[in-house]
């Protein structure tokens, strides 16, 4: 399957929001400021979409993930990774978060890697543990009690 990393336009992020059917699904997705239905301007609002650059991996026409990223404390901060539900189980995950680095890493001048995850998103912390993510202290008080803060040094060339 050929992919790419492609810059995210309305109509993807219209097909990302059909990935999610009940609030619970987008809190663990996007965090406490995102209002279950998804809708397009609501969600740039809420989201802050204007500070973070937003991209799809695709295949063809096929959405396969979406993630986001910006510069947060001087690290590539990733947000709002997921995989779509038919593509889950694939590894895609892994290939997502490898090109937003590896794109944040041009566009932002930074190294080193950093996002938030719930801890009871076993999931992604599998996900993010195995691509390298350590749990590190962050250094403001995060509003959600079972937010976990995790970074990923570069990795030596």
Known sequence: MQRRLIVCNDEDLRQVFKWFTDAGEVLKWGGPDLTFPLELDRFKKESKHHKSQSFVLSSGSELLAFGQFYNRLERIHLGRLVVAPVFRGQRLGEHLIEALIDKGKVTLG????????????????????????????????????????????????
Do not use: H, W
Not at 115 to 139: H, I, K, W
């Open 110 to 157: 930074l190294s080193d890697a950093a996002l938030f995850v719930l801890s009871d998103n076993l999931p992604a912390m599998r996900l993010y543990r195995r691509l390298g993510f350590t749990e590190q202290p962050y250094p403001k008080p995060i509003p959600l009690a079972n937010c976990i803060y995790m970074i990923r040094p570069q990795k030596p060339q």
